[in-house]
């Protein structure tokens, strides 16, 4: 279970550090609330809470191809490929930004919608066409690669929680920062975090391409 746990953590946390809608929404309300150092928890609640719904959906939806080798063959190999170029795009991203310019917090801007923090959540998460392609391909093959499965409840829970905790160790953290005057990330920190974030997410999609070519899931 450990091993799931940790996985589900760090592939979430990579795609957390990554810029995105979500982030900027967290970093907008952190601004202009209240309280602002509690922003993202509102909104990861929300967004946690579409997550789970997607899973279930995921799971439920697939069940009937769960049992075909060659589907589970393909989806695996299919993710773990998408991986690799998502760390390689992520990286030429980050040498083609200037981190030299001032990464100014208060400049994000989001566009649409700006209401409840919660409901937010899950706006912001239904409107990124990204997030739900990520879901559909690469986390589908990793709970494939990992046997998460509706059969097996505390494995899908500690999936679920480890994934959700990859996102609170970064929009916590951004939300304080935000909240109580900060201004501005260290570009030259921020910019090798990403690029260590790109490398790890190549070689874990390497990692699960291999291991389901190898060792293909029996439920």
Do not use: Q
Not at 131 to 159: D, Y
Request: glycine share 10%.
């Amino acid at each position: 279970m450990i091993d799931i746990f940790i996985l589900s953590f760090l592939v979430a946390l990579t795609g957390a550090l990554s810029p995105g809608p979500l982030l900027t929404f967290t970093i907008y309300k952190s601004l202009r609330r209240k309280r602002g150092y509690l922003a993202s928890l509102y909104i990861l609640l929300g967004h946690a809470a579409i997550e789970f719904a997607l899973i279930l959906a995921l799971l439920a939806g697939a069940s009937f191809f769960l049992r075909n080798i060659i589907f589970l063959t393909f989806v695996g190999i299919i993710g773990g490929v998408l991986l690799v170029l998502y760390g390689i795009i992520a990286i030429r991203g980050v040498l083609k930004t200037d981190f030299e310019d001032e990464y100014a917090l208060e400049g994000n801007a989001i566009k649409g919608y700006k209401g409840n923090s919660f409901v937010g959540g899950i706006v912001v998460s239904l409107s990124n066409p990204f997030w739900t392609f990520w879901w559909a391909v690469i986390g589908l093959s990793l709970m494939v690669n990992l046997n998460i499965t509706l059969l097996n409840p505390i494995k899908m829970l500690t999936f679920f929680v480890g994934h959700e905790l990859g996102d609170i160790v970064w929009y916590f953290p951004i939300s304080l920062f935000v909240y109580y005057g900060g201004k501005s990330l260290n570009p030259k920190i921020y910019k090798y975090v990403l690029i260590a974030c790109g490398v790890f997410m190549m070689v874990f999609g390497v990692y699960l391409t291999i291991n389901i070519v190898f060792n293909p899931p029996t439920f």
